[in-house]
């Protein structure tokens, strides 16, 4: 399967004749692979008579390789799986041995994880899916505005891409204007007190152009028309993450705060923070030294944190 995507991936039309050849099978079983591809993988594959096949648009393959080489930490590359950070979390229960850091990455999540218990669309081939696994050494401190952290990285590797409107809104979302184009999901193993290490889950929205989802997103294939290389978005952030996380470990996420505002979408606008049934409303001046959301109510600054929390615009911001 995976030689036959490759043929396929750059969206033009290959004759079953020309793909059997270089495939080194027949022109049937050449048929059954590409039915493969649709009904397992979920690919739009497109025949025209006289012309062949084709995948209904171009695809940009992970290459294990290429990454191998440029991640700086071992990698583990998947086809497909139920969640990369569930697959970081059950390494680590399974091989507590395991050699850290590592990245693992797939091309696919049969049940991608969000914030606050919602799924994160996950179709094969299209964005960047991947978990960074760390050990974490000096106890809960530490994590202090880590997910922060992890979002100036992710917000400096997407600059490059140069998107009117791209920045991040607290606590971690990546947006263009109001659309959701990258989410952060740390999950913790281990004891605090004790061994632990935290899976670092990021989504990136890379080359999706149709989907449903509750929320209004974008991709950098939507904004910028082109389709992305996605082994170089995550060398891109892998570059990203490696230098902010040596200023996080070295002088933890308060180095990194004023970056972090820079780029914050809502600083100074009013916004209704939620969680559960609770709500408070007041306007946004940023972020403290550990992360925790300034909100103004009142002549009064209220610091609010907690993995529960989200924020909105309020109606007359
Ligand atoms: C959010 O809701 O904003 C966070 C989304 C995080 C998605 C990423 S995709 C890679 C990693 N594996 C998961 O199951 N979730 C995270």
Known sequence: MKALLNLLSDGAFHSGEELGELLGVSRSAVWKRLKRLADELGLEVQAV????YRLASAISLL????LGSALGWPLRLLSQVD????????????APSTSLPLWVTAEQQTAGRGRRGRAWLSPFAQNLYVSLVLPVDGGARRLDGLSLTVGVAVHRALSHYRLPGLGLKWPNDVLVGNRKLAGILLELHGDLADKCAVVIGIGINANMLAAEL???????????GQLIDRNELLIRLAEALRSCLETHWRSGFEALRDEWQAAHLWQGRQAVLSSGERRCEGRVLGVDAGGALLLEREGAVEVHSGGELSLRLADDS
């Open 214 to 224: 509750d929320q209004p997103w974008t991709s950098l294939r939507q904004e910028t």
């Open 63 to 66: 290459d294990e390789r290429r």
């Open 49 to 52: 008579r006289g012309r062949g």
């Open 83 to 94: 969640s990369t950070n569930l697959e970081a979390l059950r390494q680590l229960s399974a």
